[in-house]
C-alpha cells in the first residue's frame, strides 16, 4: 500500500509562490541593471573621447598662437633686415623693437648664407647661451624652400624651447636667400595650458601632453617630463604608432594597453609641425565613475 503524498499547507504554498515570484522579479532586474551600467559604462567612454578631443583643439589652438606670434615676429625681422630703403641703424632699431613687441620672442639670431651666427638681438636679461653658432645644413636647405621651418626642441627649464628659422629674402619670395633669422621659442605659455586644461581629466599621470616627431615629451602634465624631453615612445596612445605618421591629419581615439594598463586616449596631428597631442585616462578611473 503506497503512502499519500503529503498535501502542501496554505502557509507552505503561499511560500513557494512568493519565492517564485521574487526570482522571476528579481531576474530581470538584474538583467536590465546590468544593461543600464553597460549603457552608462558606453556612453561616458563616448563623452570622455568628445570631452578629449575639445581639450587636444583649445591646446592646438594655444601652441598655434604661442608659435604663430613668434613665426610673425620672425617674418617681420627677417623682411626689415633685408630692406634696401633703411639704414643700419635704422634696421637694428625695428628688429630690436619687433623683439620687445612679440611676447613669444625674447631672442633672435642673425646668420649669414652658410649658417654662421652674425649677431643676437635680445631682450635685457635673456640667456642665449643655447643659441647655436651654425646653423644645421638640413634647416638651412628647408627654410630655402618654405617660409618657415621648425627645428630640433632643447632641454630647459621651466620648459624646451622649439628652434624656429626663417630665411632672409631681400627680393621677396622666391627670391635668393641671402641669409637667416632664427629663434629658440620657450613653450611655457603651452605648458600652462597644460596645466588647466587636465584639471578636466582627472589626476591621471599622462593625461594630456604633447610630443615632437620622436617622441620627445615637449609640454606634459607633468613639467619635469618636459623640460628633460624625455620619451613617451609606446605610451597610451602612441602604442605602435609610427613617427612617420604624425601628420596633422592624424587623427585616432580608443583603447590602449601600455605598461599602466589599458587606457581611454585620443591622438590628433598638430598643424604646420610633425607633432602630436594626446588625452587620456586609465579606463579604471572612467570606470569608477559609473
Same mark, same amino acid.
Given at each position: 500500500?503506497? &503512502?499519500?503524498?503529503?498535501? /502542501?499547507?496554505?502557509?507552505?504554498?503561499?511560500?513557494?509562490?512568493?519565492?517564485?515570484?521574487? *526570482?522571476?522579479?528579481?531576474?530581470? *532586474?538584474?538583467?536590465?541593471?546590468?544593461?543600464?551600467?553597460?549603457?552608462?559604462f558606453d556612453t561616458l567612454v563616448t563623452s570622455q573621447r568628445e570631452l578629449q578631443?575639445?581639450?587636444?583643439?583649445?591646446?592646438?589652438r594655444t601652441l598655434d598662437d604661442e608659435l604663430g606670434d613668434a613665426e610673425a615676429? /620672425?617674418? &617681420?625681422?627677417?623682411?626689415? *633686415?633685408?630692406?634696401?630703403? /633703411?639704414?643700419?641703424?635704422? +634696421? $637694428?632699431?625695428?628688429?630690436?623693437?619687433?623683439?620687445?613687441? +612679440?611676447?613669444?620672442?625674447?631672442?633672435?639670431?642673425?646668420?649669414? +648664407?652658410?649658417?654662421?651666427?652674425?649677431?643676437?638681438?635680445?631682450?635685457?636679461? &635673456?640667456?642665449?647661451?643655447?643659441?647655436?653658432?651654425?646653423?644645421?645644413?638640413?634647416?638651412?636647405?628647408?627654410?630655402?624652400?618654405?617660409?618657415?621651418?621648425?627645428?630640433?626642441? +632643447?632641454?630647459?627649464?621651466?620648459?624646451?624651447?622649439?628652434? $624656429?628659422?626663417?630665411?632672409?629674402?631681400?627680393?621677396?619670395?622666391?627670391?635668393?636667400?641671402?641669409?637667416?633669422?632664427?629663434?629658440?621659442?620657450?613653450?611655457?605659455?603651452?605648458?600652462?595650458?597644460?596645466?588647466?586644461?587636465?584639471?578636466?581629466?582627472?589626476?591621471?599621470?599622462?593625461?594630456?601632453?604633447?610630443?615632437?616627431h620622436e617622441f620627445h615629451v615637449l609640454a606634459h602634465v607633468d613639467p619635469t617630463?618636459?623640460?628633460? /624631453?624625455?620619451?613617451?615612445?609606446?605610451?597610451?596612445?602612441?602604442?605602435?604608432?609610427?613617427?612617420?605618421?604624425?601628420?596633422?591629419?592624424?587623427?585616432?581615439?580608443?583603447?590602449?594597453?601600455?605598461?599602466?594598463?589599458?587606457?581611454?586616449?585620443?591622438?590628433?596631428?598638430?598643424?604646420?609641425?610633425?607633432?602630436?597631442?594626446?588625452?587620456?585616462?586609465?579606463?579604471?578611473?572612467?570606470?569608477?565613475?559609473?
Amino acid at each position: 500500500m503506497s &503512502t499519500p503524498a503529503p498535501r /502542501l499547507g496554505p502557509a507552505s504554498l503561499r511560500f513557494k509562490l512568493a519565492t517564485l515570484a521574487l *526570482l522571476l522579479a528579481t531576474l530581470p *532586474l538584474a538583467a536590465i541593471g546590468w544593461l543600464a551600467i553597460q549603457v552608462n559604462f558606453d556612453t561616458l567612454v563616448t563623452s570622455q573621447r568628445e570631452l578629449q578631443i575639445a581639450l587636444l583643439e583649445d591646446l592646438a589652438r594655444t601652441l598655434d598662437d604661442e608659435l604663430g606670434d613668434a613665426e610673425a615676429g /620672425l617674418d &617681420t625681422i627677417a623682411r626689415v *633686415l633685408s630692406d634696401a630703403s /633703411l639704414d643700419g641703424d635704422a +634696421r $637694428l632699431v625695428l628688429a630690436e623693437a619687433t623683439v620687445e613687441a +612679440r611676447t613669444s620672442l625674447d631672442h633672435v639670431a642673425v646668420y649669414d +648664407r652658410e649658417g654662421g651666427l652674425i649677431d643676437v638681438i635680445r631682450e635685457a636679461g &635673456t640667456d642665449t647661451a643655447g643659441t647655436p653658432e651654425q646653423l644645421d645644413v638640413d634647416l638651412r636647405s628647408a627654410a630655402e624652400g618654405q617660409r618657415l621651418v621648425t627645428g630640433p626642441a +632643447r632641454a630647459g627649464e621651466p620648459s624646451p624651447r622649439v628652434l $624656429l628659422v626663417v630665411a632672409i629674402r631681400p627680393e621677396g619670395a622666391g627670391g635668393p636667400v641671402t641669409g637667416y633669422v632664427a629663434s629658440g621659442v620657450s613653450l611655457v605659455g603651452v605648458q600652462d595650458r597644460i596645466g588647466q586644461l587636465a584639471a578636466h581629466l582627472g589626476a591621471a599621470e599622462d593625461a594630456l601632453f604633447i610630443v615632437d616627431h620622436e617622441f620627445h615629451v615637449l609640454a606634459h602634465v607633468d613639467p619635469t617630463r618636459a623640460s628633460t /624631453l624625455s620619451s613617451a615612445a609606446d605610451e597610451g596612445a602612441l602604442v605602435g604608432v609610427d613617427p612617420d605618421t604624425l601628420v596633422p591629419m592624424i587623427a585616432r581615439s580608443g583603447e590602449y594597453e601600455d605598461a599602466q594598463g589599458v587606457m581611454v586616449g585620443t591622438l590628433i596631428g598638430l598643424p604646420n609641425r610633425p607633432w602630436a597631442a594626446v588625452a587620456q585616462l586609465p579606463r579604471e578611473i572612467g570606470r569608477a565613475h559609473v
